[in-house]
């Protein structure tokens, strides 16, 4: 059975930073792209960011390039969402996805994976 558990989130003012984890278990990470998109109520899934198991990328969206990063780490089967700069509109329920792919994709609808989110909230 694949799971992927979300850690990290929490309270943190305007200009703080966060460092977000996504365990996986029942599959490996390195044979999969792994995708970070958030949510606010009301609004469809955003795309954050994608690693992808060729070693493409990361690639981000406009709105996290330069403060975010995401980085793996194959011996313990873990994603990384590192966040800087966290402004208030960064403000939201983080998800992980897997997909069965060599390459990301900045469409949620191309995973077939997800983890249960984690809440991320910045004060300003």
């Known amino acids: 059975q694949v799971r992927l558990v979300e850690s990290g989130g929490g309270l943190v003012q305007a200009g703080g930073s966060l460092r977000l984890s996504c365990a996986a278990s029942?599959?490996?990470?390195?044979?999969?792209?792994v995708g970070w998109f958030r949510q606010t109520p009301g609004k469809e899934r955003e795309f954050v960011g994608t690693?992808?198991?060729?070693?493409?990328?990361?690639y981000y969206a406009d709105s996290v390039k330069g403060r975010f990063s995401i980085s793996g780490d194959n011996a313990k089967n873990t994603v990384y969402l590192q966040m800087n700069s966290l402004k208030p509109e960064d403000t939201a329920v983080y998800y992980c996805?897997?997909?069965?792919?060599?390459?990301?994709?900045?469409?949620?609808?191309?995973?077939?994976?997800w983890g249960q989110g984690t809440q991320v909230t910045v004060s300003a």
């Open positions: 690693i992808s198991r060729t070693g493409g990328g990361p």
């Open positions: 029942g599959l490996t990470f390195s044979n999969y792209a």
């Open positions: 996805a897997a997909r069965s792919y060599p390459y990301g994709s900045s469409g949620w609808m191309n995973y077939n994976y």
